[in-house]
Each structure stands twice: as structure tokens, then as C-alpha cells.
């Protein structure tokens, strides 16, 4: 059974770092494309990162330059370092993994697993 795990969501200040985890079980992450995908109140989920098979990444436009996405194989783990955060960044953050169609990488519906989410805030 898949699973993805989050962590590492809290209230920062503008212009703050936060990095997020995703730790995954029962898929191996480095041979996974995997995704960060995130959600503010009366938005739609929209994709923020992510990272394939080949260790290619992408950035949807409004956090380029801030955000990485990498993976920590070892420990099967997916991060997301973001940096200089502003209030529109705040939302639920969802750690997706494994491609079931073609399609965007930004896209919801080409990920078959997801994590519950963790929660980031940034306020002044």
C-alpha cells in the first residue's frame, strides 16, 4: 500500500523559508515522478513543483526562483524548499507520486497517490 506523508507546514512571516517533506512508503521515490501541489481557501489545487523519473523539475511561474523541489532517496523522501514566501503562498500543500496518464505534470489528475496535507500560513 502507498502512502505519502507530509510535514514540516507552519505560519512564517513574509519573506521566510519553510521546508516541506513528503515521506513515501511502498513506491520507490527516486524511480517516481513526483509533485507539490497546493490549495488556498475557494481555490482550485494547482500544481507548484515537481520532479520525474529522470530528476527533471519544473516550477509553475509565481515561485520560481524561490522554490526547489529535490528528492532524498535514502531516506525515500520528497522535499520542498521554499524561500522569500509571501502571503499568496498560503494554502494546504499536497505531495503527489506516480504519473497514471499522460498529461501535464501540473495537472491533478495525471497523480495516482496524495498525502492529507500540510497546512502553510504566511502572514505578517
Known amino acids: 500500500q502507498v502512502r505519502l506523508e507530509e510535514s514540516g507546514g507552519d505560519s512564517a512571516l513574509p519573506g521566510g523559508s519553510l521546508t516541506l517533506s513528503c515521506l513515501v512508503s511502498g513506491l520507490s521515490g527516486r524511480r517516481t515522478s513526483m509533485a507539490w501541489f497546493r490549495q488556498a481557501p475557494g481555490k482550485e489545487r494547482e500544481g507548484v513543483a515537481y520532479i520525474d523519473s529522470l530528476a527533471t523539475s519544473g516550477y509553475t511561474d509565481s515561485v520560481k526562483g524561490r522554490f526547489f523541489i529535490s528528492k532524498d532517496n535514502a531516506k525515500n523522501t520528497l522535499i520542498l524548499q521554499m524561500n522569500n514566501l509571501n502571503a499568496e503562498d498560503t494554502g494546504m500543500y499536497y505531495c503527489?507520486?506516480?504519473?497514471?496518464?499522460?498529461?501535464?505534470?501540473?495537472?491533478?489528475?495525471?497523480?495516482?497517490?496524495w498525502g492529507q496535507g500540510t497546512q502553510v500560513t504566511v502572514s505578517s
Open positions: 503527489a507520486a506516480e504519473r497514471r496518464s499522460l498529461g501535464s505534470s501540473f495537472s491533478s489528475q495525471v497523480y495516482k497517490h
